[in-house]
């Protein structure tokens, strides 16, 4: 293929040049020192002079020091700490003098040396321009050439063993799929008869909820499975079932939830529902269902639900009043807890508005008492 040949060409020009491990630092070193060769030189040279020459070089200073302090004789007792410190810099000036003669003996400029390091820099720096890497990493990119290449060479094996784990993969998906499919299937007749049952208890005589199985026309195994999941209901006799979200109200979508929460409360791990007038268009009696539903669901879930029916407040473990305050430019809403006797008297108000009586103040507190 075009990439296997450009992986050729460029690993065939990195191993004309044979880089070796390190080798631009290595250069870069040699061609500092080689580029300051005379500078070197001439400072050893100069060093050397001062320290060794004739007459007045160090050395000779020194020893001539140390002479007219040794004879002092007696005088020279409290020197003895200096006289000693300077011999020993006598000693470390001799070796320092025979390692700058040793260094100036070996060390020499080579301008031949200096033109084949420099063109063999230009060459690495070339092609790490080339490539668009730092010179340093042109080892470490050879190497990945290399990976690239041998993986491209070995691509039709592993092409072929990919094709056979597809193979024995879609194999197990499809087995496992289809025994999904085959409990979905049966989940979905027994939720489609206990909800139903459920719904007429809840005020719609006439719903009919259906849970659908529509295959995929995908090729591609899906993590969903062979099929999705359709809700159809019908709320009225003789209506074809369409999609739940499309047909029902918000109460009777609420009121389907609700009927659905409760059969599956038991294997269902949802922490929190929200329950928005769940008793839309519904009258006491339906309303003391749907409120001992919900009671019922709180046992195991956390349920916030909004409502206008005493039957369904009355039934609330904690209770909460809603309200809202409107001026010309502005509303406000707010929410306070109820306890005791404020229960008993919203309640109330809900059965009778708001000038409730005796008779209604009894009656919310039977409902509320009948929970305690």
């Known amino acids: 293929s075009a990439q296997t040949q450009l992986l050729l060409y460029q690993l065939t020009e990195m191993e004309e040049l044979n880089i070796a491990e390190n080798e631009a630092e290595q250069l870069e070193a040699e061609f500092k020192t080689l580029s300051h060769a005379d500078e ?39 020197l003895e700490s200096a006289i000693t410190l300077m011999e020993s810099a006598e000693i470390q000036l001799t070796e320092a003098v025979d390692e700058l003669r040793g260094f100036s003996e070996k060390f020499h400029a080579d301008p031949q040396r200096l033109d084949t ?15 668009k890497v730092p010179v340093k990493q042109l080892d470490a990119l050879m190497a990945d050439l290399r990976e690239q290449l041998a993986r491209f060479e070995n691509s039709d094996t592993e092409l072929e063993q990919l094709k056979a784990n597809d193979g024995l993969l879609r194999e197990q998906f499809l087995k496992l799929a289809k025994d999904v499919s085959k ?3 049966s989940a979905a007749k027994k939720l ?60 009777e979508l609420s009121r389907i939830s609700l009927a659905i929460q409760v059969i599956t409360a038991q294997t ?75 229960i008993v008297q919203e309640v109330a108000r809900m059965l009778g508005g708001d000038d409730f009586s005796d008779e209604s103040l009894a009656h919310a507190q039977q409902l509320v008492a009948n929970l305690t």
Do not use: W, Y
């Open 40 to 78: 070197t030189l001439t400072v050893v040279h100069s060093a050397l002079a001062e320290c060794s020459g004739e007459d007045n070089s160090l050395a000779n200073q020194l020893t001539q020091i140390l002479q007219r302090l040794r004879g002092l004789g007696e005088q020279a007792k409290d």
């Open 183 to 185: 409990q979905r299937r």
């Open 268 to 342: 269902s791990e949802t922490p929190s529902l929200v329950f928005d007038e769940v008793d839309v268009g519904i009258g006491g009696g339906v309303a003391r269902v749907v409120g001992e539903l919900l009671r019922k669901l709180g046992d195991t879930t956390q349920i916030l639900c909004v409502t206008h029916q005493a039957q369904v407040a009355g039934q609330g473990h904690h209770h909460f009043f809603v309200s809202k305050d409107s001026s010309s430019d502005s509303s406000l809403t707010s929410i306070s807890t109820l306890d005791g006797d404020s």
């Open 117 to 131: 390091v420099n063109a063999r820099l230009g060459a690495l720096h070339d092609l790490a321009r080339k490539h």
């Open 192 to 251: 489609d008869k206990a909800v139903n049952a459920q719904l007429k208890n809840l005020g719609m005589p006439h719903a009919e909820l259906s849970v659908t199985l529509v295959e995929s026309e995908s090729e591609h195994p899906s993590q969903q499975g062979l099929e999705s999941i359709e809700f159809l209901v019908s709320t009225n006799p003789g209506q074809p079932p369409k999609p739940l979200i499309k047909v029902a109200s918000g109460g």
